[in-house]
């Protein structure tokens, strides 16, 4: 009697640690990023992003102009056109990996475009806790900082149910001093431009796309 009772401890013991284990290392194996063709992204090369459907407006990009006066550090701004492809973010996780992973913090870097603004060119937004233009995304942050630190998270409920869609997350606190929370990425509508901010307002959700050599 006793042993059996142990023996049942035993396999109770096992069963629970073994999914545990199973849950977890599939949990690990599961927060790799998708393109939207279902492949692996990769940590720290630059992709296009946009949103699942084109009826939701075309690709992310920078913008050098604003009301028709040239603007230094860029804006990132939704395409109205979804025939263009949009700018090249590299999205860059603080720890080196070669896949970029959901829910770890991360810098969205646009790359030098051409011209003369000489600002750095880390997406940031300058005070997540005032309105827009403070909290509008903006080039012009530094890698690894409050400023810069983002994060990208499963969407809750895919627009499109075959593909992986994201939203970005700012969260000041994971990369330095700041607030304790994360705040979710939308579209903010400044008169007729859809800017990138961290409003409130239900989060943008978008996919990766590879870029075409
Ligand atoms: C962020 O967006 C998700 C999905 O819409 C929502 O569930 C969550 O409450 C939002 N978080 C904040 C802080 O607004």
Redesign the pocket.
């Known amino acids: 009697m006793k042993s059996s009772l142990s023996d049942a401890l035993f396999l109770l013991f096992f069963i629970t640690t073994q999914s545990i284990c199973y849950i977890t290392t599939n949990a690990a194996g599961e927060n790799v990023v998708k393109d939207a063709t279902g492949k692996k992204v990769l940590n720290g090369v630059p992709y296009h992003i946009g949103p699942v459907i084109s009826a939701n407006g075309g690709r992310i990009k920078l913008t050098d102009t604003m009301n028709n006066n040239k603007i230094c550090p860029f804006n990132v701004v939704q395409d109205p056109a979804d025939v263009n492809l949009g700018g090249q973010f590299m999205f860059t996780l603080i720890a080196k990996k070669k896949y970029l992973l959901t829910s770890t913090i991360l810098a969205i870097d646009s790359g030098y475009p051409k011209g003369a603004c000489e600002k750095s060119t880390f997406w940031t937004i300058p005070n997540v806790l005032e309105p827009p233009p403070s909290s509008l995304i903006t080039t012009g942050g530094l890698f690894d900082q409050s400023f810069t630190c983002f994060q990208v998270v499963e969407?809750?409920k895919s627009t499109s149910p075959k593909v992986h869609s994201y939203?970005l997350?700012h969260c000041p606190s994971f990369c330095g001093a700041g607030p304790g929370?994360?705040?979710?990425v939308s579209i903010y509508l400044d008169k007729g431009v859809r800017r990138l901010a961290a409003t409130?307002d239900?989060?943008f959700e978008f996919v990766f796309h590879k870029l075409s050599k």
């Open positions: 969407y809750p939203m997350q929370t994360c705040f979710n409130g239900t989060p």
